[in-house]
C-alpha cells in the first residue's frame, strides 16, 4: 500500500475522520502481530524505528552496531503511531527510538496547513512523546522525506518544511535529537532516479548510512562495528 493510497483513507472513500477501511485495518492488525513477535525476538539491547512507509520500507538489520527492530506501517499517521506505541510492549528498554512520520499527516485531502491540522499534529506528537518516554532511552525525530516535483500537490513541501519544523521544536535536548536523514535526496528530473514512485526513495539504507556516525553520536551511541 504506498503512501499516496493509504496516506488518508480518502481514496477508499472515507474522510479524514472517519475511521480506516476494513482492509487497511486489517493490514495494519497484522503488521501489529509481526512487530510484537520481531520484539519477543531480539536478544540483548537493541533499537526501534517507528512511523510510517518510510519507516517500514527501511532495511537495515543494525544500526549503530545494535540490532534494529522495524516499526513501521505504511499508510499511518501521527494518531496511528501513537496507537502502534500504545499496544506494543518491548521486552525491555529500547537504547533509542526513531520516529519517521508526517507524510501522511500532510496529504492534501487532510488539509496540513490548516490550524486545525496542525493542532492534530502538534497533540498526537505530545502524546507520543509522553508514551515514548515510558519506554526509556533517548529518541531521534526524522525530518519528513522529499517526495519528487510530480507528487508536491499531494504532498506539499511547504507543509513538509512547517511539520518538520514541528518535530524540531517537540525535540527537547536532553533526551531527543532532531535530524534531516533524506533531505539530501535529488528532486526533478535529474533525481527521478531516487524515487521508486514519486514519494518513496530507492534506497533508504544508503542515506541512513551516510548519516548514521552523526545519528548515533547524537543519541550517545557508538557506531560498533
Known amino acids: 500500500m504506498s503512501a499516496a493510497i493509504a496516506a488518508g483513507w480518502v481514496a477508499h472513500g472515507q474522510g479524514p475522520g ?9 493490514f495494519r492488525q497484522v503488521r501489529l502481530k509481526t512487530i510484537q513477535s520481531q520484539l519477543d525476538q531480539v536478544q540483548g539491547s537493541y533499537l526501534v524505528i517507528l512511523g510510517d512507509s518510510h519507516a517500514e520500507r527501511l532495511f ?3 544500526l549503530c552496531g545494535l540490532p534494529l527492530v522495524n516499526a513501521g506501517i505504511s499508510g499511518a499517521t501521527v494518531a496511528d503511531v501513537l496507537d502502534l506505541a500504545r499496544k506494543i510492549r518491548p521486552p525491555r528498554e529500547p537504547e533509542a527510538v526513531l520516529l519517521v512520520v508526517g507524510t501522511n499527516d500532510i496529504w492534501a485531502k487532510r488539509n496540513p496547513e490548516t490550524g ?19 519506554w526509556g532511552g533517548r529518541r531521534a525525530l526524522i525530518a519528513i522525506p522529499p517526495v519528487a516535483d510530480k507528487e508536491d500537490a499531494l504532498f506539499p513541501r511547504s507543509a513538509a518544511a512547517r511539520y518538520s519544523s514541528l518535530l524540531a521544536q517537540s525535540c527537547e535536548p536532553a533526551r531527543c535529537t532532531y535530524l534531516d536523514v533524506f533531505g539530501g535526496a535529488p528532486d526533478g528530473a ?34 560498533r562495528k
Not at 472517519?18 to 486489517?26: L, N, R, V, W
Request: glycine letters at 12%; proline letters at 6%.
Open 60 to 62: 537495515m538489520p543494525t
Open 190 to 223: 535529474r533525481g527521478r532516479a531516487a524515487f521508486s514512485d514519486g514519494v518513496h526513495l530507492r534506497d533508504y539504507a544508503g542515506f541512513m548510512r551516510r548519516r548514521e556516525a552523526e545519528l548515533c553520536s547524537s543519541l550517545g551511541l557508538a557506531t
Open 18 to 26: 472517519d475511521g480506516p477501511p476494513p482492509a487497511f485495518e486489517g
Open 116 to 134: 486545525e491540522a496542525e493542532g492534530r499534529f502538534r497533540s498526537g506528537l505530545d502524546a507520543l512523546k509522553q508514551r515514548l518516554t515510558t
